[in-house]
């Protein structure tokens, strides 16, 4: 009988440590109710990857040790104004009001430019409490953006307010965590923006569709006119590259071909053609050959302006689809 004795003492003094134990790795977080609504977005710079957002956030919680008017980070924002808080206290609970103007970081995504759409998002974290000690629960019923809200060129679509834990591979020198990272709860503001993109589209491209439609009107032009059949294209693949070099000052730097890019290196394809063309053409016009010269300029010219114009439509179906 006394092993068994001495079994069961053992077990009855462990049994508090392991509780104890669990109790601890089991802390519940405390919970923040969070919500924002968004005045203004405007300042939209393409070349600097910026905007500026200004829009209201409240915290509701039961923490008195939370603070954000000083605690709040936004770790995708180049810069936030230090906000003014409005506090008071409902039912015992704290909620907090600020009213927030960020400049934010934003890879453009220019691929499909004048046609592109947008999807942007606000990280708002607390800089103090990680995930453990502070959680998020969303006020959707609030959270919405001004309806008389409007971006010049822009529609406004897929608003919405979520969480989502954001992991960091370190733990920023805290001498009491031996881990390799740390997870902070992240309240997020996301939506998406569209362009109004015809007369965007009209007004950067009318340049280089003039080029071009100035170069084929050397196909009118008999081959013996060797100045301006050769000329007009050389004037409009000029006039196309100054088109170009204007459009690629708006937009960020791409490392691959966006929409821009392939339809200027159509167009200087199709400039190329033409030349090619009225050079054929004044092959068989200087040995004689009259009437391939005619034929060579006809079908040459037609294949030239049926390639470039289905191959526009079908570039600028696919960026709008």
Excluded at 160 to 173: A, D, K, L, R
Excluded at 201 to 214: P, R, S, V
Excluded at 236 to 257: C, M, Q, R, W
Aim: hydrophobic letters at 45%; glycine letters at 4%; aromatic letters at 12%.
């Amino acid at each position: 009988m006394k092993p068994i004795s001495l079994f069961f003492l053992l077990i009855s003094c462990c049994t508090p440590a392991f509780a104890q134990e669990e109790d601890n790795t089991l802390t519940t977080p405390d919970t923040v109710v969070a919500g924002a609504y968004i005045i203004n977005i405007h300042d939209i710079n393409f070349r600097d990857k910026e905007y500026t957002i200004r829009f209201w956030l409240w915290m509701l919680y039961d923490n008195p040790s939370f603070d954000f008017a000083t605690q709040i980070d936004i770790p995708n924002a180049k810069n936030i104004e230090t906000p003014e808080p409005l506090m008071d206290l409902v039912d015992g609970r704290t909620w907090q009001l600020m009213k927030m103007k960020c400049t934010m970081k934003q890879n453009w995504n220019v691929d499909d430019f004048p046609f592109d759409k947008q999807h942007l998002v606000v990280r708002i974290e607390n800089t103090v409490f990680d995930n453990q000690s502070l959680v998020y629960a969303l006020d959707k019923d609030g959270s919405a953006y001004d309806r008389e809200l409007t971006i010049d060129g822009w529609n406004i679509s897929n608003f919405e307010v979520n969480t989502s834990i954001n992991e960091y591979t370190t733990v920023f020198g805290d001498p009491g965590n031996d881990a390799l990272h740390s997870e902070y709860a992240s309240f997020n503001i996301s939506m998406d923006i569209e362009r109004d993109a015809w007369g965007l589209f009209a007004k950067i491209f009318i340049g280089m569709y003039i080029a071009f439609l100035i170069s084929i009107i050397s196909f009118t032009l008999r081959p013996s006119e060797l100045e301006p059949r050769f000329g007009l294209p050389v004037g409009g693949l000029f006039a196309a590259v100054g088109n170009k070099y204007i459009i690629d000052s708006l937009l960020p730097e791409s490392t691959h071909f966006t929409l821009v890019d392939t339809l200027h290196t159509i167009t200087f394809l199709g400039i190329l053609a033409t030349l090619s063309v009225s050079a054929i053409t004044l092959k068989y016009f200087d040995n004689g050959q009259f009437d391939k010269s005619t034929t060579a300029n006809r079908i040459g010219s037609r294949l030239v302006i049926v390639f470039y114009i289905a191959a526009n439509l079908l570039l600028v179906g696919m960026a709008i689809l």
